[in-house]
């Protein structure tokens, strides 16, 4: 989850100005955390509470109902409703937001159960659904001491995400998606390309397109390669930009699950 946190608040300040500079500035002035944390955190509170996952999103959007970059105009009306319900949707915000599952639960049925009913309440359209159980999945793995190649396979093989083609390939003419279908599979590549967290980080966004949420999601999956070197001064910019009520829930989350913090 902190890797989605700082992948997020990398990504902002590149969302609307992409970049393909692999060395851009990792923190700027205009860097904070966006919708995709605010989401991110309010599923792991919901795990942490043992309340529905509708009902945590519902509260914590409108707690914070105008984050940096907005939310999509759907979910938006979604936080607005008195009796939300899902709205066949197929865009990434599913799978950005679902990193706490693929550390909160101890067997890969269970995180693929849980990210089903994550991204159902909101993205119940089939590929809302797969981007977020892929992305639990990969993480689960990832943090189980899984290979990349055996992370590969299995996500292409139950899948169906082409994750053989390279990011120099990709990079010249991608563009800004909010799909699962053309974010989820981007977003794996460039774990899978990457050495460490920061070089997982900096392909993600400079690739362009939806930069805080691609970021996310390959943050997400970085964080959990054991050893993955979070750089500390990174970690501190992006976690000062979390709400105090919202920190709460991230070390709550972190003290319950035994996860470690860099230091």
Same mark, same amino acid.
């Given at each position: 989850?902190l890797? $989605?946190?700082?992948?997020?608040? /990398? ?10 500079? #692999?060395?851009f500035?990792? +923190? ?5 955390i966006?919708d995709d944390?605010i989401l991110?955190?309010? +599923?792991?509170?919901a795990i942490l509470?043992?309340k529905?996952?509708a009902? %945590?999103?519902? #509260?914590?959007?409108?707690? &914070?109902?105008?984050p940096m ?10 936080l607005?409703?008195?009796n ?10 599913s799978a !950005?937001?679902?990193s ?8 890969? =049925?269970?995180?693929? %159960? ?6 159902q ?6 590929e809302?659904?797969?981007g977020?159980m @892929?992305?639990?999945? $990969?993480?689960?793995?990832?943090r189980?001491? =899984?290979?990349?190649? &055996?992370?590969?396979?299995?996500i =292409?093989k139950?899948?169906d #995400?082409n994750?053989?083609?390279k ?5 010249p ?7 699962? !279908?053309?974010?989820?599979?981007? $977003? ?10 920061e070089? $997982?980080? *900096?392909? @993600? /966004?400079?690739?362009g ?9 390959t ?8 050893d993955?070197?979070?750089? !500390? =001064? /990174? !970690? ?12 709460a829930?991230?070390d709550?989350?972190y003290?319950k &699950? *035994? ?5």
């Open positions: 989850m890797g $989605a946190i700082i992948g997020d608040y /990398v990504g902002s300040a590149y969302e609307f100005d992409n970049t393909n500079n #692999y060395s500035d990792l +923190i700027t002035p205009e860097s904070e966006t944390s991110t955190l309010a +599923i792991a509170d509470q043992g529905p996952y009902e %945590r999103l519902h #509260y914590w959007g409108n707690k &914070y109902p105008n970059g907005s939310y999509g105009g759907s979910f938006g009306s979604w607005r409703s008195d939300p319900q899902p709205y066949n949707s197929w865009g990434n915000g !950005m937001r679902v706490p599952i693929g550390w909160a639960f101890d067997t890969l =049925e269970e995180v693929q %159960r849980e990210a089903q009913r994550s991204a309440c909101t993205h119940n359209h089939p809302g659904i797969k977020a @892929a992305v639990a999945s $990969a993480i689960f793995l990832t189980n001491g =899984e290979s990349k190649e &055996y992370l590969k396979h299995y =292409e139950n899948f #995400y994750l053989s083609r990011l120099a390939q990709i990079r003419t991608y563009q800004f998606y909010e799909n699962c !279908m053309q974010t989820v599979p981007e $977003a794996i590549i460039c774990y899978l390309e990457s050495n460490s967290f070089d $997982a980080i *900096r392909l @993600a /966004v400079s690739l397109g939806d930069s805080d949420t691609i970021a996310c999601i943050g997400s999956i970085a964080e959990a390669t054991p993955c070197g979070i750089p !500390m =001064e /990174v !970690m501190s910019a992006a976690l000062s930009t979390v709400p105090s009520d919202l920190k829930v991230f709550s989350f003290s &699950y *035994r996860l470690h913090l860099p230091h």
